[in-house]
């Protein structure tokens, strides 16, 4: 059989992706119990980094108490799960887990998935085949779980601007207000930093019959006085009927959930292809995730010390006229605007000067919004983050670029 057909078309497909500056490349690093300094492979040697784009916000992955309840599961029960949640994979550790995060959101019950892509993937797929004919509504700067969810299930959908509520309503008061509809949203959205308008959106669900779903994957862990996001700093967790989020970021580990009332739970529980025939979660990976919800819950030291970072970072790139989007969360997108210069200054500031952000191009963001996206964590210094923003503007200057010239360009 000739197969060259086909490696003709992977061949072009990957050109066609070089070509327009989209190709990834993945850095091998070294992680050792110095986070955020790390080594990167170069050939058969290592070299000395500081990573600067995890999203390991409060690098939780290497807390103690974390990592010793993990060894104490892995001594108990072994390292996987055994099955799926139907076949031997309810283990208790993993029950407890629900138990901790439904008890986190105020909820009645929570579901565990292997990651946020598939919670988001499978729940929002369920919904929509338990709610016959019904219309989403999805904000336009929504991430790719939630965009695949939707698209997978090819269902009606609007697509509303950005924080937008007036133009959420007049879409909404399109459509019949006995119809199903669901408004799909972020609490803090990944790229641009910028909060989700949970309270307009409660509004509107209310006034227009809707049911609502958070993504909060960027939020927990970090903000409310329990770590539990921004539907918890709003005081709106009672008026969210999904809350989602992830265990692999701020918590550090690993595995995704919602976070809802029984009943719709154990309908999403009994429906989603995505709950149903995944192998849950190994046991370590849950009680590791459970040291670290109750230790975020009962120790605000790591939240205080990362705003405080990321507050004197901002400053100071904003002394030396580099543009940042302006928001009020942890996430510092630096500008570039245009992907090939992306992946050249990235690529110079790891190579040359040891700091590794990645390059932030499309599909990701859209075109001309190319950016390096910054996320200084508590374990940060200001010598660390001062011989960022010289390195910075050393790079800067070496390829010629300011906010003038892209502006120009």
């Known amino acids: 059989m000739n197969k060259q057909l086909y490696k003709n078309l992977l061949a072009n497909e990957l050109t066609k992706i070089k070509k327009e500056n989209r190709y990834r490349i993945f850095n091998e690093i070294k992680k ?32 103690v108490l974390s990592i010793k309840r993990a060894k104490e599961c892995l001594d108990n029960y072994g390292i996987g799960s055994g099955g799926t949640r139907n076949i031997s994979g309810t283990h208790m550790p993993l029950v407890k887990l629900e138990a901790d995060l439904a008890n986190l959101h105020c909820k009645q019950k929570a579901l565990v998935f292997t990651s946020g892509y598939v919670a988001n993937e499978s729940s929002i797929g369920a919904l929509t085949t338990i709610f016959k004919d019904s219309i989403i509504f999805s904000d336009e700067k929504n991430h790719a779980s939630i965009i695949s969810g ?107 959930y919602i976070a809802s009332d029984d009943l719709i739970c154990d309908a999403i529980r009994s429906t989603a292809s995505g709950f149903i025939f995944t192998t849950s979660l ?23 010390k990362q705003q405080e970072n990321v507050i004197f970072l901002k400053n100071e790139i904003l002394k030396h006229d580099i543009e940042i989007l302006k928001n009020t969360t942890h996430i510092i997108p630096v500008m570039i605007r245009d992907a090939e210069l992306c992946n050249e200054i990235s690529k110079h500031l790891l190579d ?58």
């Not at 190994?282 to 205080?304: D, F, G, H, T």
Request: aromatic residues 10%; charged residues 25%.
């Open 32 to 63: 050792d119990d110095t986070f955020p300094l790390a080594k990167k492979a170069y050939k058969n040697k290592f070299k000395d980094i500081l990573i600067w784009c995890s999203n390991d916000y409060l690098g939780m992955s290497r807390n």
């Open 150 to 256: 939707i698209k997978k299930n090819k269902c009606e959908k609007y697509i509303f601007n950005h924080n937008d509520m007036i133009d959420l309503e007049n879409k909404l008061s399109l459509v019949d207000i006995n119809r199903p509809k669901i408004i799909i949203f972020e609490s803090i959205y990944s790229m641009d930093g910028s909060i989700g308008d949970l309270a307009g959106i409660v509004n509107l669900s209310k006034k227009y019959n809707a049911f609502t779903y958070v993504d909060e994957v960027h939020a927990v862990g970090m903000y409310g006085k329990t770590g539990a996001g921004i539907s918890e700093k709003f005081n709106l967790q009672n008026d969210i009927d999904i809350i989602q989020g992830t265990l692999a970021k701020a918590f550090g580990t690993i595995g995704g």
């Open 282 to 304: 190994p046991p370590l990976v849950a009680e590791s995730a459970r040291a670290s919800i109750e230790y975020l819950k009962s120790n605000s030291e790591l939240r205080i």
């Open 352 to 409: 040359n000067y040891g700091h590794y952000i990645q390059p932030i191009n499309y599909p990701t963001v859209k075109k001309g919004e190319e950016r390096l996206r910054i996320t200084p964590g508590p374990f940060h210094d200001k010598k660390m983050m001062l011989d960022l923003v010289d390195s910075l503007k050393e790079t800067f200057r070496k390829f010629n670029f300011t906010k003038t010239s892209i502006n120009a360009a």
